[in-house]
């Protein structure tokens, strides 16, 4: 059974910044690539970041240059560094361990997210 759990999020300025993480466990954490998403109400799961178990990465357009993902093996810990954050940016964020198959296929595990909120 895997549980995930996300914490970080909270309330900043247009400017600001924020580290997500993600605590994994019951997964083969090193062996899976893992992602954050981000949902806002009415929405559909949107895709923001993709760390790979051979550590690649890749990025959401609208966050590349500001966010970077990273993952620490030995704590079973994803995080996400958000920097420069803007208005758009508010979302509940949520962590998801899924497989790399020319693209990201996330699985049904989640976490119950974060919230993150930026004002202008």
């Known amino acids: 059974q895997v549980h995930i759990v996300e914490f970080g999020g909270g309330s900043v300025q247009t400017g600001g910044s924020l580290r997500l993480s993600c605590v994994i466990s019951g997964s083969m954490f090193q062996h899976n690539t893992l992602a954050w998403y981000r949902q806002t109400p009415g929405s559909q799961r949107d895709l923001v970041a993709v760390?790979?178990?051979?550590?690649?990465?890749s990025y959401a357009d609208s966050v590349k240059g500001r966010f970077t993902i990273s993952r620490d093996n030995s704590k079973t810990t994803l995080y996400l560094q958000m920097n420069n954050l803007k208005p758009e940016d508010t979302a509940v964020y949520y962590c998801?361990?899924?497989?790399?198959?020319?693209?990201?296929?996330?699985?049904?595990?989640w976490g119950q997210g974060t919230q993150v909120t930026v004002s202008s």
């Open positions: 760390s790979t178990f051979h550590n690649r990465t």
């Open positions: 998801n361990v899924g497989h790399w198959d020319s693209g990201y296929f996330p699985s049904n595990f």
